[in-house]
T-cell receptor, first 113, second 115 residues
């Protein structure tokens, strides 16, 4: 049973465009939703995270939109750059409960110059 | 170093052999996690340590897998009688622990190949 479903599996965007990656979850006990960026041969690196008490969080070109009622959240990368080409993972966690961070299957983003 | 380090970076072994993978967490981080990442997949939870004790080992696939953290810092993931299906990247992460917030910091991983 996959607890966090991520789409699309791969995404190709032109430089300067907007990249959008979507995730959905079922477990309403989740209360922390991070996004990780992973380059080939490297471990995942925390990019941005949100808690369900806010609907949006922005850090630079990266924005998380959160829809608690739909149990969905998404990552928006504005003005996408070739250096953003990487695999992105959404994840979810219940703080103070199980410390298992549950990951989606990932989205491979390619930004063409 | 400032980040999580893992050794070796690559490990090739033969089916049936025993392997040990090491993780050095960020100094001061009390929580340590092991994940396994298969090709094209997201990281999959294996085990979580808070201090020296394994707080949750429910992700270990079977009794061939074992992990220790005897002094509450460095951890070793041990795999006995390796099988080809064990081939994956094994990731270690650390954090300040439950009281310190949920951010996990991952190491670069050990790529294990079982021939």
């Amino acid at each position: 049973q996959q607890q966090v479903k991520q789409s699309p599996q791969s995404l190709i965007v032109q430089k300067g465009g907007i990249s959008i990656i979507n995730c959905a979850y079922e477990n309403t006990a989740f209360d922390y939703f991070p996004w990780y960026q992973q380059f080939p041969g490297k471990g995942p690196a925390l990019l941005i995270a949100i808690r369900p008490d806010v609907s949006e969080k922005k850090e630079g070109r990266f924005t998380i939109s959160f829809n608690k009622s739909a149990k969905q959240f998404s990552l928006h990368i504005m003005d996408s750059q070739p250096g953003d080409s990487a695999t992105y993972f959404c994840a979810a966690l219940t703080q103070g409960g199980s410390e298992k961070l549950v990951f989606g299957k990932g989205t491979k983003l390619t930004v063409n110059p | 170093g400032a980040g999580v380090s893992q050794t070796p970076s690559n490990k090739v072994t033969e089916k049936g052999k025993y392997v040990e993978l090491r993780c050095d967490p960020i100094s001061g981080h009390t929580a340590l996690y092991w994940y396994r990442q298969s090709l094209g997949q997201g990281p999959e939870f294996l085990i979580y340590f808070q201090g020296t004790g394994a707080a949750d080992d429910s992700g270990l696939p079977n009794d061939r897998f074992f992990a220790v953290r005897p002094e509450g810092s460095v951890s070793t993931l041990k795999i006995q009688r390796t099988e080809r299906g064990d081939s994956a990247v094994y990731l270690c992460a650390s954090s300040l622990g439950v009281s310190g917030g949920p951010g996990r910091f991952f190491g670069p991983g050990t790529r294990l190949t079982v021939l």
